[in-house]
């Protein structure tokens, strides 16, 4: 055990952390909202509407996210009338093509989970809203949208997990995220236990305060 | 229970066995996608120059030999970790390799080269033909001015933990916006793309690529040499195997005078690489 490897490149994989954290924080964004999206389409009576958000969590879900990266970052990189279109300012960046993998990625997951949620609200809560003479919009907002946040919490603190682990694959398309960092240590140290222990550390203790943020929204949100 | 007793013993000396066997057999890696050098064919078999050269050596040391697949960024753990017993993946002899491994007398040698595609404002860059950067005269300075000056602003694909990638970070060529990548396939890959302006490897792996792709993939400036591009590729091997330092230095000794290596490189390089 080299402990003075291990003492010298923690600065530098803490650097790497912001990244990390950078991706995560901007796709979890990006992926609640497409989450929510698909979740309302899904419960939707249009068939088209349905079906349209049942292939994209179908595909997304079906697919392991490293093929994704690659299909967003090298497959449309080789389409010609893309690389001459505006998209490509944002294609042409790793950053951004990762980000998109792990939106569309993560917003596929967030979807199934909001959906159950929404079908699993008590028939009861709408009925009583009804009763009461409240509008339809109101009961979205106020009863079901709350509702269906609470229910997923544990679902979806389980995705945010995944989802930090899952911004590893960034590395792949050049990104100098933890994993990132760590591997280009390796590559002049040739010491990969000892970086990895460190990286892996860091990595813990960021799920470490997820998994408590989430069960303190659990208890705080309890009903 | 007498049946699990000598089902379990029946493997554990097929297990034994087979250890035993593995024992004789030299393990050499490769990366299996760096052509020439080493690469696969289309029915996932290792080929290149130093897959064939890798079992002529074997030839004359006298033992089995197998060939293992990994990948570059972990070769040199994965010797250590003895994975396998030797690296063959034109792995140059530097330095800093040198502090975790050792290295035989080296094979072959070919020069590096900046790539661009056609119609790029780097071709066209008006240096040397080739710079050998172990002495700094002041040609060799002129040329790296010129580089440094072209290179400035530009994104420079190259692939992680090469003689390439350390070049790019020694200074020679200023502070650049350096971009690195698990195999030179990506690098190709995002040279074609445009998301490379600039990209560093082995002469022979861009030629290869262009001839390959029908790609308009250009060099420009002049091919490197020496300094961070190392003494040539050499065997890599364990500190602490000296024994098997020994037989692959007699090997390519026997090999070089019977001029195997200079026909496998010619075959694969379409020059003589040979060292």
Redesign the interface.
Known sequence: MDLDLMASSFPKLLNATLVTLKLLSLSLIFGLVLGLLFAILRLNKNIFLNKFSYFYSYIFRGTPLLVQIFIIYFGLGQIEFLRSSFLWIILKEPYWCAIIAFSLNTGAYTSEILRSAFETINKGFLEAGDSLGISKKIIFYKIQIPIAIRQSLPAYGNEIILMLKGTSLASTVTLMDLTGVAKYIISTTFKPIEVFIVAGGIYLFMTFIIHNFIRYLEKKYSY | MNVIKRFSLGLLITLFLSITANADKIRIGTEGAYPPWNSKDASGKLIGFEVELAWTLCRYIGQQCEIVEQDW??M??AL?MRKFDAIMAGMSITD?RKK??NFSQGYADEVASLAVMKGSNLEGMQTSEGINLTKKSGAVKKDLKTITEALAGKTVCVQ??TIHQNFLESGDVGKINV????TQD?VN??LA???CDVALAAAVAFTDYAEKSKKPVVLVGPTFSGGAFGNGVGVGIRKDDTELLKAFNSAINKARKNGDISRIATKWFGFDASM
């Open positions: 960024d972990g040199i753990p250590i800093e975790a491994i992680t933990a971009r690195t990548y698990k990506e890959l995002d793309s445009g998301r």
